[in-house]
């Protein structure tokens, strides 16, 4: 038996889901017509930035609409944490016009611990090791949930090979988390 891992963006996790090249995906986009999807966890966003931020000091919660004047550090476009933080900023009202992109989880807290703006990330993105070095608060909306990110195990349509289905339910054992 072989398993291979493939690190890559959601986008193409799904393609390759639905073309048949891989058995599981892990992803946070909306599951596409014809895969089962499994919640493993649903998790808070929050808020980060430098220790010493204006906006963040001694605050357990910001509403979303105070973000409007912010610079925000965006994950890369076509990621489920993207579309959901627009989202949450788009009920508020406003759009934001990100001037920072970043991939990488590790690369989009560098920025923010840098002061080059605010980043709106998954909770299980702070290490303990941040908490001296960044801010971390609640987004509030003015009506509504707060932001969350939702991330699923999903397979495609067919059957799953012996090999697969045993991978599918350890990792459904490993990852879920929540629900």
């Known amino acids: ?94 759009s934001p016009v990100p001037l920072l992109e970043a991939a990488d989880p590790a690369a989009v807290l560098a920025l923010a611990r840098a002061g080059l703006g605010l980043a709106v990330v998954p909770a299980s993105w702070i290490a303990a090791e941040d908490a001296g070095a960044l801010a971390v608060a609640h987004p509030v909306p003015a009506g509504g949930r707060a932001p969350e990110l939702c991330t699923v195990l999903l397979t495609g349509p067919g059957a799953l090979s012996p090999a697969a289905e045993l991978l599918h339910e350890h990792l459904l054992q490993v990852l879920t988390i929540n629900g």
Do not use: K, N
């Open 1 to 94: 038996m072989r398993i291979a891992l493939r690190q890559g963006s959601a986008q193409e996790a799904l393609t390759l889901l639905s073309q048949g090249a891989v058995d599981v995906a892990l992803t946070s986009l909306p599951p596409p017509p014809g895969t089962t999807a499994h919640v493993l966890t649903t998790e808070p966003l929050v808020i980060v930035g430098t220790a010493d931020d204006t906006l963040l000091a001694a605050r357990a919660a910001v509403p979303i609409a105070a973000l409007r004047e912010r610079t925000l550090i965006l994950a890369e476009r076509g990621t489920a944490l993207r579309e959901v933080v627009l989202q949450a900023c788009q009920a508020e009202g406003f």
